[in-house]
C-alpha cells in the first residue's frame, strides 16, 4: 500500500489550520470535530463555521516557525502555492505531519474522507489520486453502517471486561463478539431498543458462563417497495443481505430480491387472484419454525408491510410464540407509484384528504363503502382494483362524484414498465380495454389531482401514455372519441 492508515488522537492536542481558500471551514471543523485546540491563521471573517468559531483562536500576520511549537498536526489550504510550500517546509522541518489541500507533493499524510460513527470510524483514500472516486464509495459504505454502530460500540465496550474474565481463549472471545454483532442483539440496537440489548448482553454473558449458549432466530418483516431497489431504507437493504432464509411475495421485483445473500434460501409465497401458493396460517407457523430453529428470517413484501400486506397478522403470531421481530416500513404503493406518475395524492387546490382502499374484499366483493368515498376535494387510490374496475368506476358515479372525475391507472408502477392511463370515471375502464388491457400490479388513482400528471410527470417522460381529451379541455367528444383519443399502448 502507498500509505499507512492511522487514526490520530487529537482530544485537548494543538492543531493549527491556516489558509484563506475555500477548503478553509472543511479544515477547521475537521479538527474540532477531532477534539483538538485549533488556531487559525486566517482573517476570522473568512471563516464561516458558525458557534465553532467561538473554540478557535485566531492569528494575523505571517506565520514563524515558532509557531508550530507544540502543534501536532498541520491543515493548510492558501490558494497561493509558494506560502503553502513554505509552511509545508517549517512543519515537515520540525517533524510536524502535514497536509496540504489538493496538493499531496507537498503533503506528508493525505485526509481521507470520513464515515463517523463514533466511536467507530472508517476512512477511505485513493493516495489523493482521485478524491471524487473515495467520495464515492464513502457514500457506499455511508449505506451499509447504520447510524446505531456507535451505540453498538459503546454497548460491547461496557461488557468487555466481563467478556474477558468468562471466556479467557480470544478465540472464544472472536467467536461470541461476532455472535453478537451478528445478531438479534445488534439488531436491537440498530432498531433503538438499547435497554434491551443492555439486558440481552447481559443475559447472552451469563449463559456462556453455564456453559449453554443458544442460538436464536428472529423475523425481519420488511417492506420491498412499489418496485424499484434505488427505493429501499437503508435498514431493509441491510437485513435483505444479511438473512439466512427469504420468505417473499409475488409483487417483491426481482432486482430487489437478487439482493439478497446468494447462499440464502428462498420461499415463494405469493398469492395471486384466487390462488394461494402457500396459505397465510401456513405463512405464519412457517416463520415461527423456521426462527425456533435459530433462522434470521426475512418476510419480504411488496410495498408497504402494513398497508394491505397481511403483516399485522404475521406478527400477531410471532409475538404470540415469543419469537423476535422487527418491521421495516417500505414505500407504499399509493406513494410511490403516484409519485412517479407524476400524481400528488394531496394538493392544496384539488384534494385535502386521501384515503386508501382495497379494491376487493375478503370474500372477493367489491361491495366498498360507495358514500364515504365518493366525496369531493379527496383523493382516492385502490389496490388491487384492476379486476373491479367496471364495478369500481360505476359505484362512484352512482354515489356522487361527477362522472367527467379524472381518474388514472397506474400499471407496474416506479419500474422501467411502468404504463400510466388518465381518463375519467366514465371512460377509464374503457381506454384501458381499448389499450390491450392492464396487468397486475396496478393502482388506482381518482380525484381532481390526476388533472396535474400532464405538468408533473418527470418518470419517462417520453413513455405512451393514455390521455383523455377531457383533461385538454375538449368536452365535445363523444365516449367512443374519447376511448379512441385516450388510447395506451
Known amino acids: 500500500m502507498d500509505f499507512l492508515p492511522i487514526f490520530l488522537n487529537l482530544q485537548h492536542k494543538s492543531a493549527l489550520v ?268 412457517l416463520l415461527v419454525r423456521l426462527a425456533k430453529e435459530g433462522k434470521r428470517v426475512l418476510r419480504l413484501k411488496g410495498g408497504d408491510p402494513f398497508t394491505f400486506g397481511r403483516g399485522g397478522e404475521e406478527i400477531e403470531t410471532l409475538a404470540a410464540q415469543g419469537v423476535p421481530f422487527q418491521v421495516v416500513p417500505g414505500i407504499t404503493a399509493a406513494a410511490g407509484c403516484a409519485a412517479y406518475a407524476g400524481i400528488p395524492l394531496t394538493h392544496r387546490d384539488f384534494s385535502q384528504a386521501c384515503v386508501f382502499v382495497t379494491g376487493h374484499l375478503r370474500d372477493g366483493s367489491v361491495d366498498l363503502n360507495w358514500r364515504m368515498l365518493a366525496q369531493p376535494q379527496q383523493t382516492v387510490v385502490i389496490y388491487m382494483g384492476l379486476h373491479g374496475l367496471p364495478i369500481i368506476c360505476e359505484q362512484l358515479i352512482a354515489h356522487g362524484l361527477p362522472e367527467d372525475t379524472p381518474a388514472a391507472l397506474i400499471q407496474q408502477g416506479t419500474t422501467r414498465h411502468q404504463q400510466v392511463y388518465t381518463a375519467t370515471l366514465r371512460t377509464l375502464d374503457k381506454v384501458v380495454a381499448r389499450a390491450g388491457g392492464a396487468k397486475a400490479p396496478t393502482l388506482i388513482v381518482i380525484g381532481e389531482v390526476v388533472r396535474l400528471r400532464d405538468k408533473l410527470n418527470w418518470f419517462n417522460p417520453h413513455d405512451s401514455v393514455a390521455e383523455l381529451a377531457l383533461l385538454h379541455r375538449a368536452p365535445s367528444l363523444s365516449d367512443e372519441q374519447r376511448a379512441d383519443h385516450g388510447k395506451g399502448c
Open 18 to 285: 491556516a489558509g484563506d481558500g475555500d477548503a478553509l471551514a472543511q479544515c477547521a471543523r475537521l479538527l474540532l470535530d477531532a477534539g483538538a485546540n485549533v488556531a487559525a491563521w486566517c482573517d476570522q471573517n473568512a471563516l464561516e463555521i458558525g458557534d465553532g468559531a467561538a473554540r478557535i483562536q485566531f492569528h494575523r500576520g505571517t506565520l514563524q516557525a515558532s509557531d508550530l511549537d507544540g502543534v501536532r498536526v498541520v491543515l493548510l489550504c492558501y490558494d497561493d502555492d509558494e506560502e503553502n510550500a513554505r509552511i509545508a517546509a517549517l512543519a515537515d522541518a520540525r517533524g510536524v505531519p502535514v497536509n496540504v489541500h489538493m496538493h499531496p507533493r507537498l503533503s506528508s499524510f493525505i485526509v481521507p474522507s470520513i464515515i463517523d460513527r463514533s466511536p467507530v470510524l472508517a476512512a477511505v483514500s485513493t493516495g489523493a489520486v482521485s478524491p471524487s472516486l473515495a467520495r464515492v464509495v464513502r457514500a457506499r459504505l455511508e449505506m451499509m453502517l447504520p447510524n446505531s454502530y456507535g451505540a453498538l460500540a459503546r454497548l460491547a465496550g461496557h461488557f468487555t471486561a466481563a467478556v474477558r474474565e468468562r471466556l479467557r481463549e480470544p478465540a472464544a472471545r472472536r467467536r461470541f463478539w461476532e455472535h453478537v454483532f451478528d445478531g438479534p442483539i445488534a439488531e436491537m440496537v440498530h432498531a433503538g431498543r438499547d435497554d434491551e440489548a443492555y439486558r440481552a448482553l447481559q443475559r447472552a454473558i451469563q449463559s456462556v458462563h453455564e456453559g449453554h449458549a443458544q442460538s436464536q432466530g428472529e423475523v425481519y418483516l420488511v417492506g420491498a417497495g412499489p418496485g424499484d431497489p434505488d427505493l429501499l431504507t437503508f435498514r431493509a437493504l441491510r437485513l435483505v443481505q444479511r438473512a439466512d432464509v427469504v420468505i417473499y411475495d409475488r409483487l417483491v421485483s426481482a432486482q430487489v430480491l437478487a439482493l439478497a445473500r446468494p447462499d440464502a434460501r428462498r420461499i415463494y409465497a405469493g398469492k395471486a387472484r384466487n390462488q394461494h401458493t402457500i396459505r397465510q396460517e401456513n405463512i405464519n407457523q
